[in-house]
């Protein structure tokens, strides 16, 4: 069973613990992060990109004083890539100083050459290690961007909290890590690794609770602006995009806005600023022209239905 704070006993303690690292969550997000926690069981977090499925681990890591490991999915992403490799370079030159010494033996230099001095360890191997802060948080982010073998091997791992370095042997978490596993659903995960899971589909926000997460990690921003920002985003999300932006894209657009001093939206400064929400050039040009101002009437009207 994971060892979460003294302080962590209930949904309410886990959406305040969050909080105060900047990181707003509804009820049912609250909910199963705490179970996870309480039961030791990895979360499996699906959802758009941008939505907050990775800013949930850095902000459970900084709020328990835990060390963030994060496992950087891609596609061809192995197990010993995943796991460790072997200082090679390094390897290379203990055998020709070995060599040039002529004063070690064979098997000695192989020990020597396939122990803890050479190893490389990499995020998972990382996360069964000892830490001084208890164990850590594993972060296994966009895990659809690889394949199936890799998730079968994944789907070990997590059941038995242990991996295997043929040299070494079986390494095994003295206490399984915090594991919160991502996916931005480019394809379907295999139903098994889920199994292992508890699950959560992370959607957009609604006003509210947007303008909540907003408040948080934009201060400085005028209450005005940021309801403008809020409704302009929400409205957008509307339309027939190739991307639609996330929250992560509100934020960066409104600290944008508030770099350079603006003070309340306009179809001009929208079309200056449509980079910071949109990120392909066909979703841009649709916001060429007219489209802006209609969409920004059209979110000026829910702030003011009458």
Partial sequence: MANINASVTSIDGVQKMLADQGYVCGRALGTVVFLSLKLGRPLFLEGEAGVGKTEIAKALAASMGKRLIRLQCYEGLDAATAVYEWNFPAQMIAIRTAEASGGTDRDTLQDELFSDKYLIERPLLQAMRPDENGAPVL??????????????????????????????????????????????????????????????????????????????????????????????????????LFKKPGVAETIDWAKCLLALDVIALSPEVIADTLGAILKYQDDIAKLHGSEAKRILDQAKATLDPH
């Fill in 139 to 240: 972060l296994i982010d966009e895990l659809d961007r690889t394949d199936e073998p890799f998730e079968a091997f994944l789907l070990e791992a997590l059941s038995d909290f242990q991996v295997t370095i043929p040299e070494l042997g079986t390494i095994k978490a003295p206490e399984p890590p915090i594991v919160i596993v991502t996916s931005n659903r480019t394809r379907e995960v295999h139903d098994a690794l889920k199994r292992r899971c508890l699950y959560h589909w992370v959607d957009y926000p609604n006003f509210d609770r947007e303008m909540e997460i907003l408040t948080a990690r934009a201060p400085e921003s005028a209450e005005s602006l940021s309801r403008e920002v809020v409704a302009f985003v929400q409205k957008l999300r509307t339309e027939d």
